[in-house]
């Protein structure tokens, strides 16, 4: 059975650092793609990031610059490294496979794009 299991949230200071840990069972990096996305409170649920079978990775342009995906196929975990965070960043975070294709990101980043939702981790940014 495929699963995620996001990790690694919590509350933070403006202008501080998180990694978050997406693990993967059931299934192994080498043939699926993951995604992050967030939901904040009353949004619509958005992509942030994307890492394909083949390493190769995508933003969405609001996340260029300050979030960077990776992954330790050892671990079978993709990460979400998050810098300079701010208030706005405050959402529940989580990681997903592409419904079709399931090695390659979706350039578009939509969440029906996506499915075997983890639970997601909450990220609260605030002094």
């Known amino acids: 059975q495929v699963q995620l299991v996001e990790s690694g949230g919590g509350l933070v200071q403006p202008g501080g650092s998180l990694k978050l840990p997406c693990t993967l069972s059931g299934f192994i990096l080498d043939y699926y793609a993951i995604g992050w996305f967030r939901q904040a409170p009353g949004k619509e649920r958005e992509g942030i990031s994307c890492i394909g079978s083949d390493g190769r990775t995508y933003y969405a342009e609001s996340w260029k610059g300050r979030f960077t995906i990776s992954r330790d196929k050892d671990k079978n975990t993709v990460y979400l490294q998050m810098n300079s965070l701010k208030p706005e960043d405050t959402a529940v975070y989580y990681c997903?496979?592409?419904?079709?294709?399931?090695?390659?990101?979706?350039?578009?980043?939509?969440?029906?794009?996506?499915?075997?939702w983890g639970q997601g981790t909450q990220v609260t940014v605030s002094s």
């Open positions: 997903a496979t592409p419904v079709i294709g399931p090695g390659v990101c979706t350039k578009t980043m939509g969440r029906y794009e996506y499915d075997h």
